[in-house]
């Protein structure tokens, strides 16, 4: 097998993957609350509430119903995750890749499923709504952004999380680059983005990428459609994806691109990726988990 190019000097790649439809192929709000049984209750209450106020009623639900909390961790294990997603992850990050998930999910769901499939450890970085077991064994999900306190004024995106806010905030800090042989801290000027997304609130992070960075839309999907329908407003690359091995092929085409000075002819063959095993991390429930290397 060829060996994979070392990063250019001084570049840091940062891929940002969205989790619902995106990591998995399946909404993880969707799987627990029909595997469950409580889909009667959701179609009930679905026309009175927002999203995030409604999954955590959704959760008291499931606890008055006798759903522990270790239920619901069983049958998120219990869903499929796509090898070559998994794949990707994993060698994205032996590459040196920064990688971290934004998603409108729930820290308690995206842990779970993460370190079940043993790559928790690849990602730095975890923004997305709150979770945590309450002294009842209820769990609990809380909003990202506090719009009664502190609303985002972002008129693209739900009131609980302005995916474009979180990524301008990446965006100002640097970044590290993990090779084999060193962690390099990386300025925010040279760093580049691939986001990775399928829905409409993975529209306006893509909207703040500039030029040098990517966008991998799923096809025939919200974010996918806007893309098409407002290229002009664009500065990124577009790249679609319509499966777990086009956004493994598609991701370390890019990743291979960036990180190969223009000078050389990059050896990396991608579909002969030797998987790195991630480290093992211990997370708590912050709105921004940072999982160290």
């Given at each position: 097998m060829?060996?994979?190019?070392?990063?250019?000097?001084?570049?840091?790649?940062?891929?940002?993957?969205?989790?619902?439809?995106?990591?998995?192929?399946?909404?993880?709000?969707?799987?627990?609350?029909?595997?469950?049984?409580?889909?009667?209750?959701?179609?009930?209450?679905?026309?009175?509430?927002?999203?995030?106020?409604?999954?955590?009623?959704?959760?008291?639900?499931?606890?008055?119903?006798?759903?522990?909390?270790?239920?619901?961790?069983?049958?998120?294990?219990?869903?499929?995750?796509?090898?070559?997603?998994?794949?990707?992850?994993?060698?994205?990050?032996s590459?040196?890749?920064?990688?971290?998930?934004?998603?409108?999910?729930?820290?308690?769901?995206?842990?779970?499923?993460?370190?079940?499939?043993?790559?928790?450890?690849?990602?730095?970085?975890?923004?997305?709504?709150?979770?945590?077991?309450?002294?009842?064994?209820?769990?609990?999900?809380?909003?990202?952004?506090?719009?009664?306190?502190?609303?985002?004024?972002?008129?693209?995106?739900?009131?609980n999380?302005?995916?474009g806010?979180?990524?301008?905030?990446i965006?100002?800090?640097?970044?590290?680059?993990?090779?084999?042989?060193?962690?390099?801290?990386?300025?925010?000027?040279?760093q580049?983005?691939?986001?990775?997304?399928?829905?409409?609130?993975?529209?306006?992070?893509?909207?703040?990428?500039?030029?040098?960075?990517?966008?991998m839309?799923?096809?025939?999907?919200?974010?996918?459609?806007?893309?098409?329908?407002?290229?002009?407003?664009?500065?990124?690359?577009?790249?679609?994806?319509?499966?777990?091995?086009e956004?493994?092929?598609?991701?370390?085409?890019?990743?291979?691109?960036?990180?190969?000075?223009?000078?050389?002819?990059?050896?990396?063959d991608?579909?002969?990726?030797?998987?790195?095993?991630?480290?093992?991390?211990?997370?708590?429930?912050?709105?921004?988990?940072?999982?160290?290397?």
């Amino acid at each position: 097998m060829a060996s994979a190019p070392a990063p250019a000097p001084g570049v840091a790649v940062v891929v940002v993957f969205d989790f619902d439809r995106t990591i998995i192929d399946w909404d993880s709000d969707d799987w627990v609350i029909t595997k469950l049984g409580a889909a009667d209750a959701f179609q009930r209450l679905r026309p009175t509430m927002r999203w995030n106020p409604l999954m955590d009623r959704m959760m008291a639900e499931l606890h008055a119903r006798g759903k522990t909390a270790e239920d619901i961790r069983d049958c998120l294990r219990s869903a499929p995750l796509d090898a070559h997603v998994i794949s990707a992850i994993k060698t994205a990050s032996s590459l040196g890749c920064d990688l971290k998930v934004v998603s409108d999910a729930n820290t308690f769901f995206i842990e779970t499923v993460l370190a079940h499939h043993s790559v928790l450890g690849c990602f730095s970085e975890i923004s997305t709504n709150p979770a945590s077991v309450d002294a009842d064994g209820r769990l609990r999900i809380s909003p990202f952004h506090d719009s009664s306190s502190a609303p985002h004024g972002c008129s693209l995106c739900p009131e609980n999380m302005c995916k474009g806010k979180i990524i301008e905030k990446i965006q100002d800090r640097s970044s590290v680059c993990h090779t084999d042989q060193c962690a390099t801290l990386i300025s925010a000027k040279n760093q580049h983005f691939i986001y990775i997304g399928d829905g409409k609130g993975d529209y306006c992070p893509s909207l703040k990428l500039g030029e040098g960075d990517y966008v991998m839309p799923k096809e025939n999907y919200p974010l996918w459609k806007l893309t098409c329908s407002n290229k002009n407003l664009l500065k990124a690359e577009v790249h679609p994806w319509n499966s777990g091995e086009e956004l493994e092929k598609t991701l370390l085409k890019l990743v291979s691109k960036i990180i190969t000075p223009p000078a050389q002819v990059s050896p990396f063959d991608c579909s002969k990726c030797e998987m790195s095993k991630p480290a093992s991390t211990e997370v708590g429930h912050n709105q921004a988990l940072h999982v160290p290397h």
